[in-house]
T-cell receptor, first 107, second 112 residues
C-alpha cells in the first residue's frame, strides 16, 4: 500500500522562526514526492518536487529514504507562508496526498 | 495558457439531483484525475484516467462516474447527489513521467 502521513494538522510559528512540516511515506517502489501549497480558497500549487532538488520561496525538502521522510523546511518563516501544505506521493498512475498541515505564521 | 479549467466554481444541489462537473486542460497531459477535499481528510482520489478511453477508480469512487472521450476533457458526474457529497472538488492533470500535477481552481459543491 502507498500512503502519506502528515502528523501535524496545525502548526504555528512566529515570523522569522524556522519551520519544518513533517511528511512520512510508505511505498514499496521508488518514491516520487512533492509538496503542494494551497493559499486560502485557491487551487493547489506545486511547491517542490524532490527530484529537482530546488528551493522555492525559501523552502527546501530532502528525501530521506532511510527514514522514509520528505520534510519541508524554511529557515525564516514569513507571514505570506501561512497556508495549507500537502505532501504527495506519485506512483505513476496516482497521487496520494497527506491530510495536510495548516501553517500559521504569527506576526 | 489556461492550464486546468473547472466549471462551475460553485454549485448547490438538492438531494437526488444529478449534475456534471466539467474539467478541461490544454497542456496535452495524459493523466487526469478528480479529488475531493474535505476538512481533516486532505485530498482523496475519486477517479483517474491515464489517457483517452481509459478510466479507473480511486479511493472514493461510489456515487461518481467519469468518462474520457478526449485528451482534453474529463467530466465528473454525480448521478444522484447526497449530502455526503458536499465537498470541494479538484480536477488535476499531469504528464506521464511523474512530474507533478496541475490543479484546477476547484468546485465548491453543496448538497442540501
Amino acid at each position: 500500500a502507498q500512503r502519506v502521513t502528515q502528523p501535524e494538522k496545525l502548526l504555528s510559528v512566529f515570523k522569522g522562526a524556522p519551520v519544518e512540516l513533517k511528511c512520512n511515506y510508505s511505498y514499496s517502489g521508488s518514491p516520487e514526492l512533492f509538496w503542494y501549497v494551497q493559499y486560502s480558497r485557491q487551487r493547489l500549487q506545486l511547491l517542490l518536487r524532490h527530484i529537482s532538488r530546488e528551493s522555492i520561496k525559501g523552502f527546501t525538502a530532502d528525501l530521506n529514504k532511510g527514514e522514509t521522510s520528505f520534510h519541508l523546511k524554511k529557515p525564516f518563516a514569513q507571514e505570506e507562508d501561512s497556508a495549507m501544505y500537502y505532501c504527495a506521493l506519485d506512483t505513476g498512475n496516482q497521487f496520494y496526498f497527506g491530510t495536510g498541515t495548516s501553517l500559521t505564521v504569527i506576526p | 495558457n489556461a492550464g486546468v479549467t473547472q466549471t462551475p466554481k460553485f454549485q448547490v444541489l438538492k438531494t437526488g439531483q444529478s449534475m456534471t462537473l466539467q474539467c478541461a486542460q490544454d497542456m496535452n497531459h495524459e493523466y487526469m484525475s478528480w479529488y475531493r477535499q474535505d476538512p481533516g481528510m486532505g485530498l482523496r482520489l475519486i477517479h483517474y484516467s491515464v489517457g483517452a478511453g481509459i478510466t479507473d477508480q480511486g479511493e472514493v469512487p461510489n456515487g461518481y462516474n467519469v468518462s474520457r472521450s478526449t485528451t482534453e476533457d474529463f467530466p465528473l458526474r454525480l448521478l444522484s447527489a447526497a449530502p455526503s457529497q458536499t465537498s470541494v472538488y479538484f480536477c488535476a492533470s499531469s504528464y506521464r513521467g511523474r512530474r507533478g500535477a496541475f490543479f484546477g481552481q476547484g468546485t465548491r459543491l453543496t448538497v442540501v
